[in-house]
Every structure is written in C-alpha cells, then in structure tokens.
C-alpha cells in the first residue's frame, strides 16, 4: 500500500504517530481507513526505530464509529447482494478480519500503544481504542456505544466488561449514555485529562519518556500484563462476544432486511436523548 487518503504517518523521536485524517466526517472509520490504520501499525511494529506508537484523530473528534452512510466509500459497501439483501455469513467473515481481527493484531504489537482521544469517541471507535495500552483523553472527550439502539449488543471488540466493570458496561451499553473525561479518568480507562489543545503535546511527552527505555523490557512488560488477562480468558471472552454481536446483525437481516434495525438519522435522534 503507497497511497494513504484518511490517516497520516509520521516518526520522530522513537514514536510513531499515526493520525487519522477524515476530520470532514467526524474520522468515521470506512475499509480503506481501517486497512491504512492496520498497515500503518505494521510499518511501526516492524520499524526497530520506532519504540512507542500513538494513534490519534485529527479535527474535533476522535472518531464517529463506523461509517454507516451508505455512500460506496462507507465500511461496508461491498456486502450487499446484488439484489439488495444481506448475507450474515459475508458480514460475520468481513467483521472478524477488518474489526476483530486488525484490533486483536494492535492489541498484541509488542510495543506501547497510546491513545490521544477527545470529543466523540462512539461505537466503532471502541474498536480503535480498547487495544491501545494507555489512553490520554481531553476534557471534552465523550464515550459511547449506543448499538443497542440498532439492536446489537455492543461493538465487536468487547472490552467493555474488562475496561468498564460490569455494572457499568450494562448501564452504558442499556442507556446509550456518554462517558465523560472524568469518569474515564475515575475508573482507570484514561490515564490523564488534559484541555483539549494540549492533548496531542502532552501524549506526545508521555509517548517520548516510555520510549527512553529498553524496548525488549517494554515489550515483556506488555505481554506480562496481555498474557495475565489472556489467562484470565480475555481472548476466549472477546471471541465468543463477538459472535454474540453477529446474532445481533442476524436478527436484524432476519427481520428487517438490514443488519442494524436502526437507520443511522434515528439513531443520531434518539443519541441525544436523556435517560
Ligand atoms: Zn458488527
């Protein structure tokens, strides 16, 4: 891959920035973003220069989710049968390799992962965010997986249980309700809470003090604490939820005709409700 229309890349110090840049769509995640994203993590895996990875969004949010427009550059344009119907079989293949698949690989590259995240982080978003190992948030950050609304139970990568508790994911995943910075910082999801311009600056110092160490013992570090959730069935957990999420777009197809029952302008209607 040479061309890269909707995320940046750029090395100094040690750190590898990786930016997603489709600001005029609030960084709604479609194919092509999600294989730059995942070849971008490649090219700083591999990079012995590089030592600690961020990832962050250009533009007032970090990202809207999956792009659910239904334009030919939306996420998942190509599933559609001819004829206008929809295939869980297709949709369950396409799900495990571009969401469950990329973020299982980013969770496990053997180097520190950040995350600089402000303004609306919703849905999709999760997959983006629940593999990185520490997360800076703006104050104005605001978390949210409101799937329920299209009759999913939650994202396909389910770290809401590990990252949340489990009180608190049903509360958010049952109400759609956000997740303000001082909550994220509250529960241990973000490690700090900075003003909105001095997000991408302060993550930056934290990203370039990691990487003043051994990049071997970071690596050990990160799979020390992977291999303890993993033991705890961390990967057994995500796997099976994820095909819990697929019965979710089943059902859907099964009664709707379309795997969300919810089309994008309600769901931005009913977002902004109060519980
Ligand atoms: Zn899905």
């Known amino acids: 891959m040479n061309d890269f229309t909707y995320v940046d890349y750029e090395v100094a110090d040690a750190v590898a920035t990786i930016t997603l840049a489709r600001s005029e769509k609030a960084n709604a995640q479609n194919e092509r973003m999600l294989d730059e994203v995942d070849h971008r993590f490649r090219t700083a895996e591999y990079d012995d220069e590089v030592k600690v990875i961020v990832l962050r969004g250009e533009g007032k949010h970090f990202s809207a989710g999956h792009d ?28 495990a390799r571009k969401y469950l698949g990329y973020s299982w690989h980013w969770r496990n590259i053997p180097k520190p992962t950040i995350g600089a995240i402000q303004g609306k982080a919703i849905a999709g978003a999760f997959n983006l965010i629940f593999p990185l190992d520490l997360l800076v948030v703006a104050d104005d950050v605001e978390f949210s997986d409101p799937v329920v609304l299209m009759a999913v139970g939650g994202v396909e990568y389910h770290g809401h249980t590990w990252e949340f508790g489990a009180r608190r994911a049903k509360d958010i995943l049952f109400t759609q309700r956000t997740m303000g910075a001082e909550e994220a910082h509250q529960i241990g999801l973000a490690r700090e809470v900075v003003p909105r311009d001095q997000l991408w600056e302060r993550t930056h110092q934290i990203a370039a003090q990691i990487a003043t160490n051994n990049a071997f013992g970071l690596a050990q570090a990160k799979r020390a604490v992977n291999q303890t959730l993993d033991t705890q069935g961390y990967y057994a957990a995500l796997q099976s939820v994820f095909d819990v999420h697929s019965t979710g777009h089943g059902n859907a197809i099964s009664v709707g005709g379309y795997p969300i029952l919810m089309r994008l302008d309600e769901m931005k209607e009913n977002i902004n409700r109060e519980p």
């Open 68 to 95: 659910l427009g239904g334009s030919p550059d939306s996420d998942s344009a190509g599933l559609q049968e001819e004829d206008g119907s929809w295939q869980l079989h297709k949709i369950y293949r396409w799900e």
